[in-house]
């Protein structure tokens, strides 16, 4: 037999040598309860291809292998490295879910809220106040070219600030409640339209977040 096939074929049966044959299995003595796990879930890691290294990452974060493997990221619409820090940070999923939710739903919010004024308040059971808000910007823009004046044959400028200063409200309700969830008090204020006398119809304008 040649040489060089002899070479080739040494170099060949090298390739299926397992790489612990030089190296040394990372898990040799490696018991399942001094890592704070089950027997099982090591036996699952290691069938897996984890190495021992990212196993120790997800136990310092306070995941376990089974949740890891279960994918639990995937179900919450976030991603793996996102859902790995979040875990590091002590958040529980449902903490993550609600965190990604209300960051992904207040950056639209805001904008619909202000198109559509007591969209939010609807939304988030606030009858009154979304009741309040839609109506004033419908009568805002309805008495806009309905009551005109008639000296000038021009609009009233309190009619479209009426309709606009709902719109700015309903807006600015709906951002600072979808990024102060947290911390509700924080993010209440009240707020006077300044349209009406005190007493009496003012009390509706006057709202309370």
Known sequence: ???????????AALS??????????????VQAEDLGISQEELQKVKERGMS?????????VGVSPNEYFSEPWKKLGVSEDHWLS??????????IDRGYRKQASSNITPFISFILPGYYQYKT????????LSTLAVAGIVLTFVHRDSETDGIYPIYPI????????????AYLDTRYVDNQD?????????????GGPAAAMRLHF
């Open 86 to 95: 979040e875990k590091k940070s002590g958040m529980a999923d449902e903490d």
């Open 186 to 198: 924080a993010s209440r204020f009240s707020f006077d339209f300044g349209l009406l006398p005190s």
């Open 16 to 29: 299926f040598v397992p790489k612990t044959v030089f190296a040394g299995d990372e898990w040799d003595g």
């Open 162 to 173: 009426i309709t606009l200063s709902a719109m700015i409200y309903s807006a600015a309700d």
């Open 125 to 132: 059971d606030r009858l009154f106040t979304g009741l309040t």
């Open 1 to 11: 037999m040649p040489v060089w096939l002899r070479v080739f074929l040494f170099v």
């Open 52 to 60: 021992r290294k990212t196993l120790m990452h997800l136990l310092e």
